[in-house]
């Protein structure tokens, strides 16, 4: 295969790529919030997931000071703001290829149907109404219900976890505590089952780090006893009083005693002799 050949069909395959996502924006905009959920042209790691909530928050944000604030004041003709018309303005103005497309269309359709039910669950654990909430806040939450209720496979601590990632890149410095304790009390509620699986698991994981604690203190302790043992059964120095040579008052024995007298004698007799000369 030449190279013009190999250019031309990824020209081809570039422009039919274009057509299909001008036609998925040209049918969002008309009213169909029918999304495809299955896109495999575009990325569905964990990052693209992450960079779906971010997406979906800032569309939520949105929706919510405009379409949402409207229907709640009884404004409706207002209304002139839906969320599938703000998803496609974000799909044609931002380069979305390294999200998941799926999971952004699928927040920005379920959550905006589902506000009623998601905001009686935040209310629970709240300790103000929700329309005092921060918008930013009110949006994170809105997407971390929307998870623990209806994706069952995103274990709850993910939950948690990207909820305080959204909140340090748009919320508030203090928001944090909030959002984590609304979210960690409906996790309870929610996912009963898997919170005390968890709880369990680090119950087990604290009793094996006390007991290997606590072998190890016992075993230091046994090596020290051994340690003291030895020490009191090695031989000590004999406990009587060593003569030093500068104490004359300490009795010499018979034995030095004779071998003093004989120097004496060998000393006067010498004496004697040089007396005569």
């Excluded at 930013?136 to 995103?154: D, P, W």
């Excluded at 072998?215 to 009083?241: H, L, Q, R």
């Amino acid at each position: 295969m030449t190279d013009q050949l190999k250019r031309a069909i990824s020209a081809a395959k570039t422009a039919q790529a274009n057509q299909a996502e001008a036609t998925r924006i040209a049918s969002s905009s008309a009213g169909d919030q029918t999304f495809d959920m299955s896109e495999s042209s575009y990325k569905t790691s964990h990052t693209a997931i992450r960079k779906a909530r971010r997406f979906a928050m800032q569309g939520l944000y949105e929706w919510l000071v405009t379409d949402r604030r409207f229907d709640v004041d009884g404004k409706l003709g207002w209304k002139d703001n839906a969320p599938h018309d703000i998803a496609a303005r974000t799909r044609a103005t931002n380069a979305m290829h390294t999200v998941h497309i799926g999971y952004y269309h699928e927040m920005m359709r379920d959550i905006p149907e589902q506000i009623d039910a998601l905001d009686a669950l935040i209310s629970q654990h709240l300790d103000r109404e929700i329309d005092k909430l921060d918008t930013v806040e009110h949006a994170i939450l809105l997407i971390g219900a929307y998870e623990l209720q209806n994706r069952m496979e995103i274990p709850y601590k993910v939950v948690l976890d990207e909820a305080m990632k959204l909140n340090n890149h748009f919320g508030a410095t203090d928001a944090h505590k909030l959002i984590n304790a609304v979210l960690d009390k409906m996790a309870g509620e929610l996912r009963a089952l898997e919170v005390q699986a968890d709880t369990n698991a680090n119950l087990r994981t604290s009793q094996k780090a006390a007991a290997k604690q606590e072998a190890t203190v016992a075993d230091n302790a046994k090596a020290a006893s051994e340690t003291t043992d030895a020490i009191d059964a090695a031989p000590t120095a004999s406990s009587k009083p060593r003569i030093s040579a500068n104490k004359t008052n300490v009795k010499r024995s018979s034995a030095s005693k004779t071998s003093a007298n004989i120097s004496d004698f060998k000393a006067s007799k010498k004496n004697a002799n040089d007396t005569k000369d």
